[in-house]
């Protein structure tokens, strides 16, 4: 059982962002510092990717754990909600879904495609992301 209101359910819901959220921001500034140039929020690309490397045809999403579902079951982010399962289950599906059929639209349009989650930006995985991304770059 939800044990907040409705009104304040929807304050929060509205409040988090799509774009310039804290992991992105991570991700953008390793980048940065690895001396990549990048675009954001490419609208004519399937999925808007949220950073976007013209030069090595290489997009990258940042996945939040819980609104992309991160397959990883060590991951505490991305667990289903208990409060409104008809609800959730199938807006969560349907994220899924959608970002595989934008990965593959992506790949058939020769992009190279990097899905990078938000626990993945945590301190202490910060090593482990600068080798990721040294590897696919």
Not at 15 to 32: F, Q, W
Not at 38 to 64: E, S, W
Not at 91 to 120: M, P, S, T
């Amino acid at each position: 059982m939800d044990n907040i209101s409705p009104e304040r359910r929807s304050a929060n819901m509205r409040a988090i962002r799509s774009k310039n959220t804290s992991p992105e921001m991570v991700v953008r500034r390793l980048l940065h510092q690895m001396g990549y140039r990048f675009r954001l929020h490419r609208k004519d690309l399937p999925g808007k990717p949220d950073i976007v490397l013209p030069k090595y045809r290489t997009v990258i999403f940042v996945h939040g754990c819980f609104w992309h579902q991160h397959p990883d079951p060590d991951c505490k982010d991305a667990r289903l909600p208990k409060s409104n399962p008809d609800y959730w289950l199938p807006k969560l599906e349907r994220n899924r879904v959608r970002d595989l059929e934008h990965q593959i639209k992506l790949e058939n349009e020769g992009w190279n495609v990097v899905v990078i989650w938000a626990c993945e930006t945590k301190l202490k995985h910060s090593p482990a992301l600068v080798e990721k991304l040294k590897n696919t770059l």
